[in-house]
C-alpha cells in the first residue's frame, strides 16, 4: 500500500514539475528576446563612458535617439522605418555588437521593440541585445544621468 | 547635548526638505504655471486659463496609450466645455506634448482632430516641464481649478469624468 503511495505521489511531483516548466518556457516564448539578451541600462553607460572599450551599435527605433552615439532609425512599427533599419542591418556582419532601444513606453506597452528584434533575430544576427528599459527612457536612463546627446 | 542639537537640526532640515519637494503637486497646491509654444509659435501660458477648469493633459504622438485615450477627451471636451462649475466657468483641455518633431505633432493632433489648446517644446523627455511635473511616465494629467489650485491628478476614463462631474454646479 505504501509503495503504491509512493508512485502515486512521485508520479503527481512529476507531473507538476512538468506543468511549471511549460508555463515558464511559454512565458519566455512570448517575446523574441530572451533574458540573456537584454542589456542592463547601466552596463552599455559605462561602455559609452569609456571610450577605450568596445562601442556597440545602438539604433534607436523609438520616437528620439537620445542615448549618445546612438543613430536615429524612428518607430519601428512603421514599415519605412523598418525598411530603413533593414538597410542599416545589411551593411554589418552577422557578430557584430548591436543594441536597439525604444524607451517609449514600458514594455508591454511599446509598438516598436518587437519588429525590430525579430528583424534582427530573422536576419541571424548573433551578438544583438535589447536595452532594458522596463519603464521609459526618461525613468531608466536620463534620471540616471547616464549618456545623453546634446 | 551639542550632538543631539545638531542631528536634530540636520532631521529638521532634511524633513524640510522633503516636504518642499513633495508639496508641489499635491492637492490643494497651486499648480506650477507652464510657458510653452503652440502650433503657430506662439506661447500660451498655463495661467492664462485662470477661471476654467483645466486638465493639464500629457501626451505625445509616440505614446499608445496616451492616443487610445485622445476620444474620451474630446468626449469630456465637447461636454463639459460651457459648462459652471463651483470654480470655475467653463472647461479647456491644456494638451502638453513631448514630442521631439514637430510633423508628428502635428500631423496627429490634425489626423486625431484635436481642438483643445496644445503645447510643445518639441524636447521630448528632455523637456523642463517633465521635471516640474516629476513625470514618470505617459499619460499624465493635473485636473485644476478656476483658481489655478490642483483638484485630482492622474485620472482617466470614467474615474476622472465623475472627478468634473462632481464640481458641476
Given at each position: 500500500m505504501n509503495n503504491i503511495k509512493i508512485i502515486f505521489l512521485s508520479i503527481f511531483a512529476i507531473a507538476m514539475t512538468a506543468n511549471a516548466f511549460q508555463s515558464v518556457t511559454a512565458k519566455a516564448s512570448q517575446?523574441?528576446?530572451?533574458?540573456?539578451q537584454l542589456l542592463a541600462p547601466a552596463d552599455l553607460a559605462k561602455a559609452l563612458n569609456d571610450p577605450k572599450s568596445p562601442q556597440p551599435i545602438i539604433y534607436?527605433?523609438?520616437?528620439?535617439?537620445?542615448?549618445?552615439n546612438s543613430i536615429d532609425i524612428g518607430p519601428a512599427q512603421e514599415k519605412g522605418n523598418l525598411k530603413k533599419l533593414k538597410q542599416q542591418l545589411?551593411?554589418?556582419?552577422?557578430d557584430a555588437n548591436i543594441v536597439i532601444y525604444c524607451g517609449c513606453c514600458p514594455f508591454d506597452k511599446c509598438p516598436n521593440i518587437r519588429p525590430a528584434f525579430g528583424l534582427l533575430n530573422e536576419m541571424g544576427f548573433k551578438k544583438h541585445k535589447l536595452l532594458n528599459l522596463p519603464h521609459n527612457l526618461k525613468v531608466d536612463w536620463i534620471d540616471k544621468g547616464y549618456p545623453i546627446t546634446n | 547635548m551639542k550632538k543631539i542639537i545638531l542631528i536634530a537640526t540636520i532631521l529638521c532640515l532634511h524633513l524640510s526638505l522633503v516636504f518642499s519637494q513633495s508639496q508641489d503637486?499635491?492637492?490643494?497646491t497651486i499648480a506650477p504655471d507652464i510657458r510653452l509654444p503652440n502650433l503657430k509659435g506662439d506661447t500660451v501660458t498655463?495661467?492664462?486659463?485662470?477661471?476654467k477648469i483645466v486638465l493639464i493633459d500629457f501626451w505625445a504622438s509616440w505614446c499608445a496609450p496616451c492616443l487610445k485615450e485622445q476620444p474620451k477627451l474630446a468626449e469630456l471636451y465637447k461636454k463639459y466645455k460651457d459648462s459652471v462649475f463651483t470654480v470655475g466657468k467653463g472647461f479647456e483641455i491644456y494638451g502638453v506634448s513631448l514630442d521631439s518633431k514637430k510633423t508628428s505633432w502635428k500631423s496627429i493632433i490634425k489626423k486625431m482632430n484635436i481642438n483643445w489648446t496644445q503645447v510643445s517644446d518639441?524636447?521630448?523627455?528632455?523637456?523642463?516641464v517633465t521635471k516640474k511635473y516629476n513625470?514618470?511616465?505617459?499619460p499624465f494629467n493635473v485636473l485644476i481649478d478656476?483658481?489655478?489650485?490642483?483638484?485630482?491628478?492622474n485620472l482617466h476614463g470614467v474615474k476622472l469624468e465623475q472627478a468634473i462631474d462632481k464640481i458641476l454646479i
Open positions: 517575446e523574441p528576446w530572451t533574458e540573456h534607436s527605433i523609438g520616437p528620439q535617439a537620445i542615448i549618445k545589411n551593411k554589418l556582419p552577422k | 503637486l499635491n492637492i490643494g498655463l495661467s492664462s486659463l485662470r477661471g518639441l524636447k521630448f523627455w528632455v523637456s523642463p513625470l514618470q511616465g505617459l478656476g483658481n489655478g489650485v490642483i483638484i485630482a491628478k
